[in-house]
């Protein structure tokens, strides 16, 4: 276990070599590319529901069918984005991420980083 | 006390719980024979798997609050209580898209460890100490507040003393728990609590369901009959002011991820694989349990009527266990009594681990001894702190008994949101976050949270008031999110961008092993 201020000159630069490699770059890229965005689309859609229920409640009070109202189905939707996101994104790890990580990993201990 | 507000079997009720209490001890004992080393106590040998941590993690997370909370919070206020579990699940997605993995795959033990790697180690992990230990205070304080009610309404308790022996009770044998098992033995506690407490709402649910021939439209129709009021469809019951609203949708959103104990759950995986799995697991069982309780409020409105659920010893609170003794009589209140206690107990348990893992880790071994003390000695420091912390959180539990669980769960979550988050999403994606950013983003978001809480209208100023006679509340909103979230993440790029301070190589270390786990701690092979 190496205490965390003190790593070896040779540790360092062996870090660095990868955080400055090509390879390294894409994966960053990749997952950044990913997850800022589905951030962003959440969020988003989160605050307007928010918004909607504060600003405009005669709008969600609105009845669609029985006692049924837009309220319930956007709340429900808020629920049905939740789960369709947590899929998506656990998919699309497991398929590119997790693949391109451990190519990496690999790499790095052969010594042979792009 | 009248009888008529007294439900259930006493006797059964205390028989369920304490056969629960003697199952979950032996199987913590058995699990915990391999509990020496500071990998077993503090991340439980990291050696769970993605599926057992994340009914773990829903253990953890449907408190006390969220269970009788939220479900009561829909049978009085209607649509406004379903608008609480909403933000509670969406926040889930901040976990899994930006933290839970490269958190996993950078830290050992706490929340510090990763805020203090590429920092300088002393103020940033002292600062992420306190802010876990203010975090998980608050929190423990709301399940131990929550405790009394419920025996007043499970066990027939009224008075304060009887009340008070009851959360000595809970709150020593949480010590126990604690320190026989440490983190493996908590984590099976979870597991057993969560599976009870779902399959519980489950029946309960279905049952409803029958009832009402699975229309919910139908089960509504009644609910609005009982209530005499057909705006509980309809946002806007509970919360009048739409400023303090959205201020509250804030904390909840953000503040998941920055909950320390939350956090500290990713640990008990072998793999980052295994983290995200971990919280896939945990937002299908949270979801699917929020979508029970939505129809357990409206069906406890329908079936039992909300002038009832507020006349019950327990209060709003009492939603769910009424509703299990109309549907069930005694038996089903003795089981849902048992899994509520149990879920005290349980979650109890995870924030002690918590905040003793915080103090003897980042206190204690990094800040105090500067990272010369054994592992053995921190472990020994760990478990005499969970000890203080649990008589602590006993004498809180006590005072705080019967104040309001979700405000001081609320509050966590503003606190957390506040101090916690902006660091955490700096230090793993801003190259130029430095020590003083992250200082003064914690102590900002902890200081401008609590000074806001204090001089609101939950502190002061009106008759729902901690201290109804006093005025001091200059702050009109009820939760700080809208104003400390941004002032938090403001404060963390102004002290960034005004410091030069880079460290090339710790930085590089840390990326790279966020995204690859290269060089992440390894499970424990016993």
Redesign the interface.
Known sequence: MS???D?SEE??AR??A??NSQE?AE??KT??KF?FP??GL??AW??L???L???A?DF??TKL?????V??VL?LA??AT??A???I??RW??RVL?PA?AK??DH?ERGNLQ | MPAATQVGNTTLNIAIFGLFVLITLGIVIRVSKQNTTAADYYAGGRAFSGRQNGIAITGDYLSAASFLGIAGAIAING?DG??YS??F??A???A???VA?LLRNTGRFTMADVL??RLR?RPVRTAAAVNTLAVSAFYLLAQMAGAGGLVALLLGITDRTGQSIVIAIVGALMIVYVLIGGMKGTTWVQIIKAALLILGAGIMTIWVGVKYGFN???L??DA?KQAGNAAI????LQ?KN?ID??SL?IAL?LGTAGLPHVLMRFYTVPTS?EA??S??WA??LI?LF??FTLVLGYGAQALVGSAAIKAAPGGVNSAAPLLAYHLGGELLLGVISAVAFATILAVVAGLTITASASFAHDIYAQVIKR?TVSPDDEVKVARRTAVVIGALAIVGGIFANGQNIAFLVALAFAVAASANLPTILYSL?WKNFTTRGALMSMYGGLASSLLLIIFSPVVSGSATSMFPTASFAWFPLNNPGIISVPLSFFLGWLGSVTEKEHN??????M??RS????GAEKAVSH
């Open positions: 205490s965390h201020n790593i540790r360092a870090y660095i990868v955080q390294f994966l960053r997952f950044r997850v589905m951030t959440f969020l989160y605050f529901y928010v918004i229920a504060t600003y409640s969600m009070a069918f029985g006692n049924i109202t309220g319930l709340g808020q629920f939740t789960f996101i947590t899929m994104y656990a790890a497991d997790d990580a990496l990993a790095m | 649509y379903f608008l909403i933000g699940l969406v889930w997605l901040v899994l898209l930006l993995e203090s790697f180690q919910i439209s139908a509504f129709d609005i469809l309809n946002p806007g919360y739409k609203f959205i949708s959103v694989k995200r799995r919280v896939v937002i299908w979801g929020y979508l990272g994606f090339a190589a710790k930085y590089a270390e990326e790279v995204l690859t786990g290269a």
